[in-house]
């Protein structure tokens, strides 16, 4: 049933857009053309997505208001900006914000249908060279679909996504180069992700699990690129992204001699409004792909240019940029020299796992249930090692996005990354074990990957609420046993759920138990089950760690 358009739902609409431009990034970053064939569309977005997930999780109070919430989505956005199409997002959802945060609570259909045309036209106006068939097209054919829609925040949400599909669909027609490879825009279609989340927010319909595949193939490995796929079967959800592949960038691109090479300068500026034009006149004379957005003292900038340190200096002369980042474009400056070393990035529950880890030589990232790494904060570990080739253990089914968002940004730094799909702390001890950093890159690759996929991981936790699991429904401190990320066991003892899910996990087999220990469950647990394992099962080993996380008891069966 549709929902009202108040803190909640802002807070759904950037856990569904994250998801959902997560699962849909490898498709953008492979079809992207306009204006530079830097495959980077998807990533970006993502990661400017998730900075404003970040922000509208952590928003100032435990039950903020739907000003609060837009707000810390806009800033978050602002702040965590990549890219032409992550910095055009984040002006696009600053425009709703500046309608969303000054009208109702919950807010009113009319208060979005102005938030989405205040976001288009602001957009616009942050563009030093709009170009029709990009992000900017489809904002508009959002606002302009808003405005023509009757019914409540949820009717206009639907409209508004129609539109854009719409939209999109007609990119090509208006941009050549995407005529040419035969794509729609990339960045359009990653706003139709969101588009799409904030339809699902509003309407009370799941999320379009397919969406990934409704933004279409990315263009084939040889020969030509693959045409849009057929329409869509009838029943598909109201808002889904055009079939066939979607690419982009902004605005104009000028042709510099490729000889000469390009750069892409993003940084934060504190800067008074009134020193804005000026900046942006010597930044448009210094390159393309100009963006400046922000307001009230804030403001993001990028910019393609030839002259990456005459573009600093403007900032310096308009206020103080911070947080600067350059970074050479595909037709520009050579590759950096490849480093020698090789390093394990390794995200963990925990200070005891973490210690463990580090001491095995990997670099560790300890995660807070609550406050899980983001894209950003991985990328930072991996270029942080120093090291030419980095493998990358997520342990997390959940970090999974922000694993391959991170290693896109790390390889265009110039590092070597490989992501092993390690789904719990234990597979990514059982890879760990067997790194060898004198092996050829991809054969090390290969051994972890394997070691991570031979073994079976499992969990004991304590349910926060009532919840409905695959082995029945569980109220609030019941103990939950899990295998392979299902819950298996519902039970009231800790030992006794332990137990049970030890046996199903050995049924299947085994040569190594691994019992990894939380930060409140006491060894006399870990004793237990070591001796029942002795009792039942020959031959097979047993080793404890102290983990020191969250969750009661982790289980590896190897």
């Not at 977005?45 to 919430?69: D, F, I």
């Not at 936790?461 to 939950?480: K, M, N, P, Y």
Request: with cysteine.
């Amino acid at each position: 049933m549709p929902q009202p358009l108040d803190a909640a739902a802002v807070r759904r609409w950037c856990r569904d857009a994250l998801d959902a431009v997560g699962r849909a990034r490898e498709d953008i970053d492979a079809i992207n053309v306009y204006p530079v064939r830097d495959g980077d569309t998807g990533t970006n977005l993502y990661l400017t997505v998730e900075s404003a997930a970040q922000a509208v999780a952590a928003a100032g109070t435990a039950t903020p208001t739907l000003g609060q919430a837009v707000r810390a989505m806009a800033h978050g956005a602002l702040i965590g900006a990549r890219g032409n199409s992550g910095t055009i997002l984040a002006q696009l959802l600053r425009g709703m914000a500046e309608v969303l945060a000054d009208g109702e609570e919950p807010a009113t259909a009319d208060t979005l249908r102005r938030a989405l045309r205040r976001a288009a036209s602001s957009a616009y106006e942050a563009v030093a060279r709009p170009v029709e068939g990009t992000m900017l097209t489809v904002a508009t054919a959002a606002a302009d679909a808003a405005e023509r829609a009757g019914g409540t925040t949820a009717d206009v949400a639907a409209a508004a996504c129609a539109g854009a599909r719409a939209a999109l669909a007609r990119t090509p027609s208006q941009l050549a180069v995407l005529a040419e490879a035969g794509v729609v825009d990339a960045g359009g279609s990653g706003l139709l992700a969101v588009l799409d989340a904030l339809d699902a927010a509003l309407s009370g319909r799941p999320p379009d699990a397919s969406i990934r595949d409704r933004l279409g193939r990315p263009p084939a490995a040889h020969g030509g690129p693959e045409r849009a796929s057929a329409p869509e079967p009838a029943g598909a959800p109201a808002c889904a992204p055009a079939a066939g592949p979607g690419r982009h960038e902004h605005p104009a691109r000028r042709e510099f001699p490729r000889a000469v090479p390009q750069y892409e300068v993003i940084y934060l500026l504190d800067a008074r409004d009134e020193a804005l034009p000026a900046l942006r006149a010597r930044l448009d004379a210094l390159g393309d792909s100009l963006v400046v957005v922000g307001g009230d003292g804030l403001w993001h900038v990028h910019v393609h240019t030839a002259e990456p340190g005459g573009a600093v200096e403007a900032g310096i002369e308009a206020g103080r940029p911070h947080r600067v980042r350059i970074t050479g474009l595909p037709a520009g400056a050579a590759p950096p020299a490849p480093r020698a070393a090789r390093a394990v990035v390794s995200v963990l529950p925990g200070d005891g796992l973490a210690g463990l880890c580090a001491q095995a030589g990997a670099t560790t990232v300890t995660a807070d249930a609550d406050e899980p790494p983001g894209g950003g904060e991985l990328a930072a570990a991996i270029l942080g090692t120093r090291a030419g080739e980095v493998v990358l253990l997520p342990n997390d089914d959940a970090l999974w996005h922000a694993a391959a968002a991170a290693a896109e940004q790390a390889r265009a730094a110039g590092v070597r990354v490989a992501v092993v799909p390690t789904r719990s702390p234990v597979q990514g001890l059982a890879a760990l074990a067997v790194h060898a950093a004198e092996r050829r890159f991809d054969e090390d690759v290969v051994a972890m990957t394997a070691a991570a996929g031979a073994t079976r991981f499992g969990e004991v936790a304590v349910a926060e609420r009532q919840s409905w699991t695959t082995a029945g429904i569980c109220q609030a401190g019941d103990v939950l046993g899990l295998i392979d990320g299902d819950v298996a066991v519902i039970g009231g003892d800790l030992a006794a759920v332990a137990r049970e899910v030890l046996e199903r996990m050995l049924s299947a087999g085994g040569e190594l138990v691994t019992l990894v220990l939380g930060a409140a469950t006491e060894r006399a647990l870990a004793d237990l089950l070591e001796a029942r394992v002795r009792r039942g099962h020959y031959g097979v080993d047993t080793v404890v760690y102290e983990g020191r996380q969250e969750a009661p008891l982790l289980i590896g069966v190897e």
